[in-house]
């Protein structure tokens, strides 16, 4: 069995050593790519198997990259789970394209380690010369930029463009954009239905916040929420969130059980005096029922002062509210306290939903939550469902509610209707 490569410890010799490539490229017509890649997740194959396995998965992951890839190029890693490949002699934009779906798609096929199946996702930055930069620690900088804007897709890889650049916020005043996104009514709520897994009903939907800068397109939620979490305006924008949400259901057909609506709620403001007062009036205000209304709180959160949090989701679920307990799986809580959290609902992160099929480990995470959940009289909701076969494979373990692509994106309130009445209309025709 092959070693685990080594990092590259030295950049500044790793740079040197790459420095013959430019040279000879600058000779040429022909281009140089590289392509930084990244393992996601990797900390916790380490975490949950040990690193005897994690290991076992650098020497496979480089065997395959070695495969792919001709005697001229040059692989390297870099970093815990960051690996580079350099390409030499390409003609164009195209063969580096063509090089990261051959990689990419090599991946999909699951990691055999020892007793454990495992499949991965990576993501992959790209920067060729002479296009983007004229030396190697540049191109290197395009390419993190190139990562940064591939973790920021669906699409898991991303060539440099000034486009890509946009997205590397050091270079924009986010925060005074941010400023002025809510005057200048640039948010917007999508819905993503989520439906019971037991009777096909609709059950309700998460409510996701999307936000449509003016100059710059949609941003992520995951880059601007912990902006807003820094400075403050976590709360403007969680009290918009909810609000619309709210004033939105209002106008929801009747279904087969009133719909729910999931909001979610950040750290910061778990610990807010008002937090229970402003709810309560936002739900008379509109009108909704308290049963009707969820607040998503990441099992992280929960972790950072328990006492604290569980009183106050006491107070919140004792309004008749519900309360579910978001990315369960990810925070590394004892199981032990489980009987005294506060909540209605168990969110299985959508981490292990996803190849639970591929993988025995997260089928096995998933069904040990659901048994344990239920023991606790909770519900468990799946999310990240991306086909038919898993959406089966957790109802026949008793999932109680999914949620994920293979049923719906996220939408706006107009097509979000409009699915409703597509599903209830099928689910009509078919029972
Ligand atoms: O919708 P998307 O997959 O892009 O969401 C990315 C992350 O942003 C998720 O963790 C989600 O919980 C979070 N998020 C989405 N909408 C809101 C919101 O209104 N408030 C808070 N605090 N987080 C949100
Ligand atoms: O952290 P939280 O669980 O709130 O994140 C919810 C986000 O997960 C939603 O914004 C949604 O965009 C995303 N999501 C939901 N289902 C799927 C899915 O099937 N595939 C992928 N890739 N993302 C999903
Ligand atoms: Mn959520």
């Keep these: 069995m092959s070693k685990v490569p080594v990092y590259v410890a030295d950049r500044v010799a790793l740079f040197k050593d790459l420095e013959h490539f430019v040279i000879e490229h600058q000779a040429e017509e022909k281009k140089l790519a590289i392509l930084l890649i990244n393992i996601n997740h990797f900390r916790r194959i380490n975490i949950v198997y040990g690193y005897q396995v994690g290991d076992a998965l650098l020497t496979e992951f480089t065997r395959r990259l ?3 890839s001709r005697a001229e190029d040059y692989i390297a890693r870099m970093g815990n789970s960051e690996f580079i490949m350099v390409l030499p002699g390409i003609l164009n934009e195209g063969h580096a394209t063509l090089a990261a779906h051959k990689l990419l798609s090599s991946f999909d096929e699951p990691f055999d380690l020892g007793e454990h199946k495992h499949k991965i996702t990576a993501d992959m930055g790209i920067a060729l010369f002479p296009d983007h930069a004229d030396n190697i620690p540049g191109l290197f900088q395009k390419a993190e930029i190139a990562l940064l804007d591939a973790r920021n897709r669906v699409q898991s890889y991303s060539i440099y463009s000034d486009n890509a650049e946009q997205h590397n916020f050091n270079a924009w005043d986010i925060e005074a954009a941010l400023e002025n996104a809510l005057a200048g009514d640039e ?4 819905f993503q239905p989520q439906i019971c897994l037991q009777t096909g009903h609709v059950f309700g939907a998460e409510a996701l916040i999307r936000w449509n800068n003016h100059d710059r397109g949609y941003i992520r939620p995951d880059f601007f929420i912990p902006v807003a979490e820094k400075n403050g305006q976590i709360h403007s924008i969680t009290w918009w969130t909810i609000n619309t949400a709210l004033r939105l259901m209002k106008d929801w057909p009747d279904s087969w059980v009133p719909l729910k609506v999931a909001v979610n709620l950040s750290t910061k403001i778990l610990m807010d005096p008002d937090l229970t007062d402003s709810v309560n009036s936002a739900l008379n205000l509109w009108g909704v029922n308290h049963h009707q209304f969820t607040l998503e709180v990441t099992e992280s959160a929960l972790m950072d002062d328990m006492a604290a949090s569980f009183a106050v989701l006491d107070e919140l679920k004792s309004l008749g509210l519900n309360i579910s307990i978001d990315d369960f799986g990810t925070g590394y809580s004892s ?6 959290v506060p909540a209605n609902e168990l969110k299985i992160d959508q981490s292990f939903v996803r190849f639970m099929l591929e993988s025995d480990m997260d089928r096995h995470i998933v069904n040990t939550v659901i048994k344990m959940a239920h023991g606790f009289e909770l ?3 799946a999310e990240g469902i991306e086909n038919e076969e898993t959406y089966e494979a957790l109802k026949a373990l008793g999932c109680d509610v999914a949620q994920g ?7 706006p309130q107009q097509a979000f209707m409009q699915w409703l009445d597509d599903y209830n209309q099928k689910k009509l025709s078919k029972d």
């Design 335 to 340: 199981m032990s306290y489980f009987k005294y």
């Design 379 to 381: 519900k468990v909701v």
């Design 187 to 190: 948010f917007e709520l999508f």
């Design 66 to 68: 070695r495969h792919l």
């Design 405 to 411: 692509h293979y049923l719906a994106k996220p939408m």
